[in-house]
């Protein structure tokens, strides 16, 4: 729980798993007034709240959680090569940003929350304005565990600002969603990203309406089994509703995967520059890549 005083905080090589307790009235987090300081609040594995805050979270698993994997709420931040799976019980996403936040979302894999690998909100009404820019991540199975239907793979809201690019969804329950009551920044960009489903009820969720969004250059298909990416080691076939992580599995990209060259790297990320910490390292986003998803070909 890294209340506003916190100015930075670094998680490398880290696995974070089985939190999520259910506050009480006698929880230290309500008596502090720590995260919605109230009883009955799902924690979050990871609560983030300083605006002008520092935080990377890098190379490290979040796993086996009762909700929000991340709920963040400002700062300067780089979320880049970590996994998430089999997460929230009735609900939860897998990176949850509200106002304040300057975010950049690279090389993540995720599968199975309960709702969304991303939810996007400008929420909380802080400066920053959040823009979030999410690139070349893997989102599996997500979102078919959540009782009813909100999300399932990014949610967009309350005028957050977005850019998603070379992104790789496989058998989510939606595609890119917004809540139309609460839309989106209107230069919020959507390119290269690419879709896949098994069947045709997941195909036709991906479909673009008032609250589906597609992209330039996105590959969405509308044919079950269309755009498959190739996997080296999953099977596509896996019910979406599966929260079991199987640790053998190989989302890189086999050598023939149609998904290799089609994504872009001509846009403007957050911190190329890095975000430098009091300790004097410098912590860097990631440069974008040519494939789509979180793993090309393996070396």
């Known amino acids: 729980m890294a209340g506003p005083t916190c100015e930075e905080l670094v998680l490398d090589h880290a696995i974070i798993e089985y939190g999520g307790s259910t506050t009480s009235d006698a929880s230290t987090s309500v008596k502090m007034g720590l995260y919605k300081a109230v009883a009955g609040e799902n924690l979050p ?24 994997c ?3 709420e400002g700062g300067r931040i780089i979320f880049a090569n970590n ?10 996403e897998a990176m949850n940003f509200k106002s304040g936040c300057l975010a950049d979302i690279a090389y993540n894999l995720v599968y199975s929350t ?8 400008n929420t909380g009404d802080k400066t920053p304005q959040t823009y979030i820019i999410a690139y070349n991540n893997t989102m599996v199975n997500t979102g078919w565990r959540r009782p009813t239907a909100k999300g399932g793979s990014i949610w967009l809201e309350s005028t957050v600002r977005a850019d998603l ?31 896949y489903g098994y069947d045709q009820a997941t195909v036709n969720q991906f479909q673009p309406t008032g609250d589906i969004i597609a992209g330039k250059n996105d590959v969405i298909g509308t044919a079950a089994g ?16 599966n929260a079991d992580f199987n640790t053998a599995w ?16 001509n846009f403007t990320r957050h911190h190329a520059a890095g975000i430098v910490m009091k300790n004097g390292i410098t912590y860097i986003s990631p440069a974008p890549s040519t494939f789509v998803g979180a793993y090309g070909t393996k070396i």
């Not at 309960?114 to 909100?121: E, F, H, I, R, Y």
Request: net charge positive; glycine share 8%; proline share 5%.
């Open 114 to 121: 309960n709702t969304n690998a991303l939810k996007l909100s």
């Open 226 to 241: 269309a755009n498959d990416p190739k996997f080296v080691n999953y099977p596509l076939n896996t019910a979406v509703n």
């Open 45 to 68: 594995a990871l609560w983030f709240a300083n605006a002008k805050g520092r935080l990377v979270v890098q190379n490290s698993i979040f796993r086996n959680l009762q909700e929000d």
């Open 250 to 265: 190989d989302f890189h990209l086999q050598g023939n995967s149609p998904a290799l060259g089609k994504g872009i790297t």
């Open 165 to 195: 690019y070379n992104n790789l969804f496989a058998n989510t329950r939606f595609g890119v969603k917004r809540d139309p009551k609460k839309p989106e920044d209107a230069r919020s960009a959507y390119s290269n990203n690419w879709y």
């Open 70 to 72: 991340t709920y963040i």
């Open 83 to 92: 996994v998430f799976y089999t997460t929230g019980v009735t609900g939860g």
